[in-house]
């Protein structure tokens, strides 16, 4: 069986509630809040045991928030590696106003990690055998150095591994630098590597082709958030387009797509059906409310859709 392994570094609690109107210096009656483990490998995991899966999350955890973390996975059945720390996870909330049909993400920092807690984690990762993908996705907690994901690469190639990224700024810049088969940047994060605000498709395409030339990549998937995402290889330009549907929360959307695209992948499934499925599961996510993340059921749907209505010669 393909093992998966997933790292968060910044895991949160992800607290979820709605009120009729965000209405200032009143007291808002809000509906029962909803509790799920998030952050970014944390919610690939979870998505890809959702989708049938196997996968394994590694993350840093502490204080009380850290236990009922662990609760919360344990509850959904996820296999998980916590590494303990001495500050609390963090908890982030996520606010719906129903009256204006508006979503409001309030992300808190995290706690600070000291070095000798995030060793440990790597260690742990180092005491892993018999993996097959390793995805190390989301932010970093303050004080854990952004070469950390160079690191990750390292560990990865002496396993044979192939190493999976999902972040931003200087972190994705370290993990660049050591190497990646799949980085999986939103357009801000891509631009931003850039060192620009924006990027044309034309200027995507060239920066990611410049990437996979320097052997930083093998392949990039650039998310285009509800219109799609763009595949790009040493050998594809392609552009996928979503399917429209009718969204409810955008949150854990880009999780879901990497855990679709890893899903695949790790199920044998060639490359542009795997992130043709990736923006199914992205799709899909984003149809249930608060921070749920995407259901099998309508991402084989959204997929079949997407593979009926594209063509593969429809290139950039």
């Not at 590597?193 to 410049?210: F, M, Q, W, Y």
């Not at 790009?232 to 552009?239: G, N, Q, R, V, W």
């Amino acid at each position: 069986m393909t093992r998966i392994l997933t790292i968060t570094l910044n895991p949160a609690i992800d607290k979820s509630t709605s009120v009729p109107a965000l209405v200032p210096d009143r007291k808002l009656q809000c509906s029962n809040p909803v509790f799920e483990p998030g952050g970014g490998g944390v919610n690939v995991a979870r998505a890809i045991i959702k989708l049938g899966g196997s996968a394994t999350a590694v993350y840093l955890a502490g204080g009380h928030s850290g236990k009922f973390f662990d609760s919360l996975l344990h509850a959904e059945g996820i296999p998980a590696l916590p590494v303990p720390i001495a500050g609390n996870t963090r908890e982030n909330l996520i606010l719906n106003d129903r009256g204006q049909n508006m979503q409001y993400r309030l992300d808190m920092p995290g706690p600070v990690v000291d070095t000798y807690e995030w060793q440990h984690l790597l260690e742990v990762v180092r005491g892993i055998n018999d993996i097959d993908y390793i995805v190390a996705s989301g932010s970093l907690a303050p004080g854990i150095p952004p070469d950390i994901f160079a690191t990750f690469s390292a560990i990865a190639t002496i396993k044979g591994a192939r190493f999976i990224v999902d972040t931003s700024r200087e972190a994705l810049k370290q993990a660049l630098y050591e190497g990646a088969y799949l980085i999986k940047p939103n357009l801000h994060e891509l631009s931003g590597l850039a060192g620009v605000d924006n990027l044309s498709t034309e200027e995507i395409i060239e920066l990611a082709k410049e990437l996979i030339v320097k052997k930083r990549s093998e392949v990039v998937v650039v998310s285009l958030g509800k219109t799609g995402a763009i595949l790009i290889t040493a050998d594809i330009s392609l552009k996928i387009p979503a399917p429209h549907v009718n969204s409810i929360s955008t949150v854990g959307a880009g999780d879901s797509m990497l855990a679709g695209i890893v899903y695949s992948l790790a199920a044998g499934q060639e490359l542009i059906p795997a992130v043709q499925f990736g923006v199914a599961c992205g799709s899909a996510a984003t149809l249930n409310p608060g921070t749920a993340l995407c259901k099998k059921e309508d991402a084989q749907s959204l997929f079949e859709e997407i593979a009926k209505t594209q063509s593969l010669s429809t290139s950039c």
